[in-house]
């Protein structure tokens, strides 16, 4: 007779093994989710830009409709001044240039709604 094999206190059987996801599994699932998220980037940009883009239409033909040609021109030209006098640097791609450029639109779009 062989005696039974002994087990140290901390190792009792803790039941069937659950296998863990591979690394390169956890990887491969990042790399879907990352480039999900890409994709969400790219269009949430897209539209912000085309937002932007009808918001300077709309300003250009808003202006347009100010009864008088005095108000019409100084509006006009502080408008002018003020897009000019915006420091923007398109090539470093900074969240904070947007911002400004929508606060801008929006100060512009409330002062030509006063003067209409």
């Known amino acids: 007779m ?3 094999p002994t087990q ?3 190792s009792a059987k803790k039941g069937p093994r659950v296998s863990k996801p591979s690394t390169q599994a956890s990887v491969d699932e990042l790399q879907g989710r990352i480039q ?7 269009e949430t940009a ?3 830009v085309l937002a932007m883009e009808a918001a300077l239409l709309r300003l250009c033909e808003e202006a347009q409709t100010i009864d008088s040609a005095k108000r ?3 509006f006009c030209q502080e408008a002018v001044r ?8 398109p090539n470093k791609g900074r ?3 947007l911002r400004r450029i929508d ?4 100060e512009l779009a409330n002062e030509l709604a006063d003067l209409r």
């Open 8 to 10: 140290s206190p901390g």
């Open 36 to 42: 999900h998220f890409r994709r969400l980037v790219r």
């Open 103 to 106: 606060a801008l639109l929006a």
């Open 72 to 74: 019409r021109r100084q």
């Open 2 to 4: 062989q005696p039974e």
């Open 95 to 97: 969240l904070r240039d």
């Open 46 to 48: 897209d539209h912000v």
């Open 82 to 89: 003020r897009l000019s006098d915006l420091k923007i640097k």
